[in-house]
């Protein structure tokens, strides 16, 4: 399967930006994560949601980000607001079992 994960770009703190992926296949019964990686750092889970909607978050979200996906569309999204300078990173879309695929990232900048 292929992921094209897109939406990433350059945004102030407190900005806002929503992050999509698009799989190339079905992503019924399959959960769908967001990682990220900031340079100098191991690649992180930001967020992952299973194919009823079931969704788990990393720590360091506190309610900032919102993963969601359409799967009439093969679409996931995530939706980050309130961006710190930390939230830094490329962030790559995953299909897990049975794909275990993963897409190219999309960097996110934040800052002033």
């Known amino acids: 399967v292929q992921l094209q994960a897109s939406g990433g770009g350059l945004v102030q703190p407190g900005g806002s930006l929503r992050l999509s992926c698009a799989a190339s296949?079905?992503?019924?019964?399959?959960?769908m994560n967001w990682y990220r990686q900031a340079p100098g750092k191991m690649r992180e889970l930001v967020a992952g949601?299973?194919?009823?909607?079931?969704?788990v978050y990393g720590d360091f979200m506190k309610g900032r980000f919102t993963v969601s996906r359409e799967n009439a569309e093969n679409m996931v999204y995530l939706q980050m607001n309130s961006l710190k300078p930390e939230d830094t990173a490329d962030y790559y879309c995953?299909?897990?079992?049975?794909?275990?695929?993963w897409g190219q990232g999309t960097l996110v900048t934040v800052s002033s």
């Open positions: 995953n299909a897990a079992w049975p794909y275990n695929s």
């Open positions: 949601i299973t194919t009823g909607g079931g969704t």
């Open positions: 296949v079905s992503i019924v019964g399959v959960t």
